[in-house]
T-cell receptor, first 111, second 114 residues
Framework: NAGVTQTPKFRVLKTGQSMTLLCAQD?????MYWYRQDPGMGLRLIHY???????AKGEVPDGYNVSRLKKQNFLLGLESAAPSQTSVYFC??????????FGPGTRLTVT | KQEVTQIPAALSVPEGENLVLNCSFT??????LQWFRQDPGKGLTSLLL?????REQTSGRLNASLDKSSGRSTLYIAASQPGDSATYLC?????????????FGAGTQVVVTP
């Protein structure tokens, strides 16, 4: 029972490159979230999903896309990375909107 | 827009002292408030969840209070230990569109010295 896992753990991209971050959960949770965390700021919601096949925008969605084709996976894509997207990205899941179980994070640097 | 503030940003106390961490929010129309702990390089772990109808929650040495009318929550950690060193974040659930959306504070970084 791995809980919430994120792949990769670290990544360095050049400006303009693309990549996909994977969040996987084995807890059969309906809700999944992608956040970014920057120094001196709290977590900010990028996109979220309330069930398989659904996605919606959060507070800071620009420059990101997401997909939830399978209940257990939530993918976050950067089509053309920018230095402003240098951050730590966290995935979270929950069975209800009251709870959030977090993954270990992905540290992304865009040069 | 709901804003969540945590003051101070950092705190250092000697082992054995009680810790008092503050969280304030601008909109009192919340559904619940959670306190999380984050260790360096790790994800967040939920510590306590207070529903809007509750005034406090307790778990072991941790006690969290909620005063919606004044837009404040306080996390008390009794008899602090070096293992309590971490960043503590509060998050407010401001449900819109019929689902939960959390607004996080920036956190208070705590160091407990032996």
């Amino acid at each position: 029972n791995a809980g919430v896992t994120q792949t990769p753990k670290f990544r360095v991209l050049k400006t303009g490159q693309s990549m996909t971050l994977l969040c996987a959960q084995d807890m059969n949770h309906e809700y999944m979230y992608w956040y970014r965390q920057d120094p001196g700021m709290g977590l900010r919601l990028i996109h979220y999903s309330v069930g398989e096949g659904t996605t919606a925008k959060g507070e800071v969605p620009d420059g990101y896309n997401v997909s939830r084709l399978k209940k257990q996976n939530f993918l976050l894509g950067l089509e053309s990375a920018a230095p402003s997207q240098t951050s730590v990205y966290f995935c979270a899941t929950g069975m209800s909107s009251n709870e959030q179980y977090f993954g270990p994070g992905t540290r992304l640097t865009v040069t | 827009k709901q804003e969540v503030t945590q003051i101070p940003a950092a705190l250092s106390v000697p082992e054995g002292e009680n810790l008092v961490l503050n969280c304030s929010f601008t909109d009192s129309a919340i559904y619940n408030l959670q306190w999380f702990r984050q260790d360096p390089g790790k994800g967040l772990t939920s510590l306590l969840l207070i529903q809007s109808s509750q005034r406090e929650q307790t778990s072991g040495r941790l006690n969290a209070s909620l005063d919606k009318s004044s837009g404040r929550s306080t996390l008390y950690i009794a008899a602090s230990q070096p293992g309590d060193s971490a960043t503590y974040l509060c998050a407010v659930d401001v449900k819109t569109d019929s689902w939960g959306k959390f607004q996080f504070g920036a956190g208070t970084q705590v160091v407990v010295t032996p």
